[in-house]
């Protein structure tokens, strides 16, 4: 593994202040209740007292703030520094499966895995099922989570596809204010259900080397973003720098410019394997104040924004070198993109991955 240069120093003028967006003691307005009354907001549900509560990003999630009671199978995990999380639902069980095999077979030592859902994943089966293909070792546990049903937001380039724009807003703003990351585990590896570890086996505990080297945030594969998915974030993220007095980093002038245009290049980290501490999203006031801009201009239902264009500019803009890293030695895939680990001279794409076609990503780097 090595440092990778995409983030820089952020330089703003003397005068900025985020007082209004500071995280103190501010009173929580989660509602909570035995039903859902507003199906406007999002909630999720505590597994062991059964109550449904409001979720916010304008509240300090840490104050006053027990850590999140939870139903553990296999076993109650051994520390809270970090945990896997999905967001998936039953009708992609087969692959679900397949990616959590990978993570038994590969992982360095066993770790927390949590699957985020809809309320398919309550049957207890089912659950059990999915125990047993991690081993007794690794704990597993269900979040049962709503979104809203009542979005007056239209599109602008098309049908609102309500299911994925819920799930980019999920992972690039809601997801490290649940309580399972705001007030019990430290960091958080998210992974898609066609997430798959390819080997060989980790040597390094991933949390462990987060900590230990101080790292913010990790990842695997760059690419780009197709231009009509990012339409107007360029414009937000310039706004947003510009009424803050910020100037651009020097990991976003080189990242996210192309020089010979001076246009926005629509690089990203893909996010579908992102070790992040989730801290860095709700106690950094620039990024918190980032995240609310995203949020309140609506485009990630209005021009179907992706959690990974979002976060890219976060990291980039807000984040210095060492606090980033770019794993080299993990083999991964996901969906039809791939990488092998920098271990092994080559690596092949087991049966059950295989397609007409696939991408390999050389180093992580597509094109």
Request: glycine share 4%.
């Amino acid at each position: 593994m090595r440092l990778y240069f995409f983030s820089g120093l952020t330089t703003s003028c003397n005068t900025l202040k985020f007082d209004s967006l500071k995280l103190h003691n501010e009173t929580s307005n989660h509602v909570t209740s035995n039903n859902i009354t507003d199906e406007s907001y999002w909630y999720y549900k505590n597994s062991v007292d059964g109550l449904w509560r409001r979720w916010d990003i304008s509240v300090n999630s840490e104050t006053n703030v027990a850590a999140w009671k939870m139903k553990w199978l296999n076993q109650e995990p051994k520390n809270i520094l970090g945990v896997i999380v999905y967001l998936t639902s039953v009708r992609e069980l087969p692959q679900l499966n397949i990616s959590l095999l990978s993570l038994r077979q590969n992982l360095f030592k066993p770790r927390p895995i949590v699957i985020f859902h809809e309320g398919d994943f309550n049957n207890v089966n089912v659950q059990l099922a999915l125990a047993t293909t991690l081993g007794t070792n690794i704990p597993i546990s269900f979040e049962h989570i709503r979104f809203p049903t009542k979005i007056s937001i239209k599109s602008k380039i098309g049908d609102l596809r309500l299911g994925y724009n819920h799930m980019c807003k999920f992972f690039a703003i809601m997801l490290p204010y649940h309580p399972l990351i705001s007030s019990t585990f430290t960091f958080y590896l998210r992974l898609d259900y066609h997430s798959y570890l390819l080997g060989p086996p980790l040597t390094y505990d991933l949390f462990d080397h987060m900590q230990i080297n101080q790292f913010q945030y990790a990842f695997l594969m760059v690419s780009t973003d197709e231009l009509k998915f990012v339409r107007e974030l360029w414009v937000l993220f310039q706004e947003f720098l510009n009424d803050s007095c910020i100037k651009p980093s020097s990991a976003v002038k080189k990242t996210q410019i192309t020089a010979a245009t001076g246009l926005y290049s629509q690089a990203v980290v893909f996010n579908n394997f992102e070790v992040s501490n989730g801290s860095l999203w709700r106690n950094e006031p620039r990024i918190h104040a980032w995240l609310r801009k995203v949020d309140n201009a609506q485009g990630i239902y209005m021009y179907r924004w992706g959690d990974a264009p979002i976060r890219t500019l976060a990291v980039t803009q807000f984040l210095d070198d060492n606090q980033v890293v770019k794993f080299r030695d993990i083999g991964y895939f996901h969906r039809r993109e791939y990488t092998c680990s920098s271990r092994m001279h080559s690596c092949s794409i087991p049966s059950y991955h295989r397609l007409a076609s696939h991408i390999v990503y050389r180093e992580g780097c597509h094109p």
